[in-house]
């Protein structure tokens, strides 16, 4: 009964390693990638901008009429520009930056997985002792019953059921 029991906190504890390495991963490279994008993104609206400025440098060595439609030109370009930049400051703040609370989460679970693995581990050690004790004498059922309350001290203690 301990050992199916101890088996299946192993299996469970096993796909919550996986889980917890595949959000490691997976998570870790959505969070590069949509940083990359929003700096590619900021580095187009750098370029627009610049681009913007060359062509009022150019409308101011034109003809009225040139001028007039190369400002107006320039003008709803740099208003195209605005709406990229609230496109980076909105990537940054809904996307880039919850991705990289998980990073923080993610090692918060894996450091809860290891104090887990060295638990059962702990755990599986006494369930051996137990069964070597059981073993060598099992007439003796005082010491048995100390060791198995011990370990229900422990389990107590602990917090684990």
Do not use: W
């Amino acid at each position: 009964m301990m050992r199916r029991t101890l088996e299946n906190r192993n299996a469970q504890t096993k796909q919550l390693q996986t889980a917890v390495s595949n959000v490691e991963k997976h998570f870790g490279e959505l969070c590069q990638i949509f940083a990359a994008y929003v700096r590619k993104t900021a580095r187009l609206r750098d370029k627009a901008d610049l681009l913007v400025n060359e062509i009022n440098a150019y409308a101011a060595t034109e003809t009225p009429h040139l001028k007039l439609g190369l400002m107006n030109f320039a003008d709803e370009f740099a208003k195209l520009q605005d709406y990229r930049q609230a496109e980076v400051e909105r990537l940054e703040a809904k996307v880039v930056e919850p991705l990289k609370a998980y990073g923080t989460i993610v090692k918060m679970k894996r450091d809860d997985l290891k104090a887990t693995f060295t638990a059962r581990n702990r755990e599986a050690k006494q369930l051996t002792q137990l069964e070597r004790t059981r073993q060598r004498n099992p007439s003796d059922r005082h010491v048995i019953v100390s060791f198995e309350f011990g370990s229900l001290k422990k389990c107590l203690r602990y917090g684990v059921k």
